[in-house]
């Protein structure tokens, strides 16, 4: 049996809207399985992103993954001896682009596809959740668009609804140096104040109106927050500065993409270059060289292929 799967890439968060907002994008993790059921070796096969740095043994995300969904669905076929693992990854490590989210999406999906698609949709999406830790990148990985995720304690599933999708570019600037989400979870408070919590709730609300009225004049001033981004800002040199010099050069928005360290910035195709280089270059002062991609949103989510 041969299984393979093409995750899309997130963009978590949109600003104001943190562990709750999260966009698919159009670049993409690809993983592939192979049962042989006589086979005595793995063949865990790297390509791309992480070739050289991820573990090619049961410390490989995608396998852990695997092995959360078998557990679940009491399948104990399956073992490192008896399957190929491919990778393919385009999506860069540690940069707030949800390759972990997209890992674990790809492992799940797999498992579940080995053992005969027992868990639906919702099932898969929980599991997801629980592995990572926080929503905002897997929901969108699995279901596409700019997704709302919500949590209701009387529910057992995630509500999500996915939010019409602008018709913008999305420009990623990413540095060389990484951020691992966990570090950059543990520097934000454990509380926070009203005053902050009042200025994100009007931000998220207006993200919301902006993209259902497809307003994005709004976006500037939607897209601001003040519950992780001034944390994070003190890992990440001159982040407002680079977020600033988007917007002046003709981006509607712009923000710390996830946990970072990417910068995103939604603009006009026909300003794509000039938000792009204005980025960089305020990067490049301060001796920061950067990585440009140039992203739609990606609308259908995780795909069999
Ligand atoms: N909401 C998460 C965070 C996204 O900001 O920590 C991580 O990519």
Redesign the pocket.
């Known amino acids: 049996m041969y299984l393979k799967v093409k995750v899309p890439a997130?963009t978590?968060?949109l600003g104001p809207g943190?562990?709750v907002l999260?966009a698919a994008l159009s670049l993409y993790n690809e993983f592939e399985v192979e049962y042989v059921p006589n086979a005595q070796k793995t063949n865990f096969i790297l390509k791309g992103e992480g070739k050289k740095t991820l573990p090619k043994n049961n410390k490989n995300l995608v396998w852990q993954s695997m092995c959360e969904t078998f557990k679940i669905l009491n399948e104990t076929r399956y073992n490192l001896k008896n399957l190929n693992i491919t990778i393919n990854a385009s999506i860069p490590l540690n940069r707030?682009l949800?390759s972990s989210?997209a890992t674990i999406v790809g492992g799940i999906i797999l498992a579940n596809a080995l053992s005969k698609n027992k868990l639906n949709t919702s099932q898969i999406a929980n599991l997801a959740i629980k592995i990572e830790g926080?929503p905002?990148?897997v929901i969108p990985a699995i279901y596409g668009g700019v997704c709302i995720c919500c949590k209701d304690k009387y529910k057992d599933h995630e509500t999500v609804v996915q939010l019409p999708i602008p018709k913008l570019k999305v420009v990623l600037c990413v540095p060389t140096f990484e951020v691992k989400?966990k570090q950059?979870?543990q520097i934000l408070p454990k509380y926070v104040n009203l005053g902050d919590a009042i200025f994100n709730i009007s931000r998220v609300t207006l993200l919301t109106a902006a993209f259902y009225r497809a307003d994005y004049s709004l976006l500037s001033h939607a897209m601001q927050d003040k519950i992780?981004q001034p944390y994070r800002g003190k890992m990440i040199p001159v982040m407002n500065e680079v977020l600033n010099a988007a917007i002046v050069a003709g981006a509607y928005g712009a923000y710390l993409?996830?946990?970072g360290p990417t910068l995103a910035a939604l603009c006009d195709k026909k300003n794509i270059k000039k938000v792009s280089k204005a980025m960089t270059k305020r990067w490049e002062k301060e001796n920061i060289s950067t990585r440009t991609y140039i992203a739609d949103f990606n609308r259908n989510g995780v795909l069999k292929i």
């Open positions: 997130t978590a968060n943190f562990d999260g707030g949800g989210a926080h905002d990148n989400t950059s979870r992780h993409s996830g946990s």
